[in-house]
């Protein structure tokens, strides 16, 4: 079965550097790759899709990217704010499939 | 911005009792979604339902489980036997497609005493 993981459980970094999480998966690739943001008590929240035809994808200062050579996807945050700390997970989407199959999650901390 | 919602936001419950989560999807979805969250621990899929019935569903959605759309915009959640097992965070969620982007709702935080 798909396997998924973040590389480390905890990411400390100073405001306004760039934030580099990983998300790499076994097996097949998915159609479909998401990253969303989860605060503690609070439900997952959308942030990128990029699709198995994709190699990156941008939105404001969040960049995804998606290699499937490497099975892998990274996910950027530049100028981090420390309002940017949260707990952020890679979700994968496979081809005739409805659920979303979640990593673990990256806690990012962003000190100030 | 349209959003899910879900109540309530947090049910305590003896084992052994039936609970109902609900849920209201955003209202031009038509895929409707129930993961659960126990403490520390990954987001796991529990069904999906479309066209009024369950798309698919994994291992942990047993017979004790089930969901019903009982009118146009509600989503329901039903635990016939709770366990404490049971106790974790419940999220629904909504798409407008299938392969579209699945948006959760805040989650009923589940304990089972």
């Known amino acids: 079965s798909q396997k998924i993981e973040q590389n480390s459980e905890a990411l400390n970094i100073q405001e306004g550097k760039t934030a580099t999480l990983t998300c790499n998966y076994t097996?097949?690739?998915?159609?479909?790759l998401q990253w969303y943001r989860q605060d503690p008590g609070r439900g997952p929240v959308f942030l990128l899709l990029?699709?198995?035809?994709?190699k990156e994808k941008r939105k404001e200062r969040l960049k995804v990217t998606f290699d499937t050579t490497l099975k892998q996807s990274l996910f950027h945050i530049t100028a981090s704010q420390p309002a940017d700390s949260a707990t952020y997970l890679c979700?994968?989407?496979?081809?005739?499939?409805?659920?979303?199959?979640f990593g673990s999650g990256t806690r990012l901390l962003v000190r100030p | 911005e349209p959003e899910v919602t879900q109540t309530p936001s947090h049910q305590v419950t003896q084992m052994g009792q039936e609970v109902i989560l609900r849920c209201v999807p955003i209202?031009?979805?038509?895929?409707f979604y129930w993961y659960r969250q126990i403490l520390g621990q990954k987001v796991e899929f529990l069904v999906s339902f479309y066209n009024n019935e369950i798309s698919e569903k994994s291992e942990i959605f047993d017979d004790q489980f089930s969901v019903e759309r009982p009118d146009g915009s509600n989503f329901t959640l039903k635990i016939r036997s709770t366990k404490l097992e049971d106790s974790a965070m419940y999220f629904c969620?909504?798409?407008?497609?299938?392969?579209?982007?699945?948006?959760f709702g805040p989650g009923t935080r589940l304990t089972v005493l």
């Open positions: 990029i699709r198995e035809n994709e």
């Open positions: 209202s031009n979805h038509l895929y």
């Open positions: 097996n097949y690739s998915p159609a479909y």
């Open positions: 969620a909504s798409s407008g497609l299938a392969t579209d982007t699945q948006y």
């Open positions: 979700a994968l989407q496979m081809d005739s499939s409805y659920k979303l199959i």
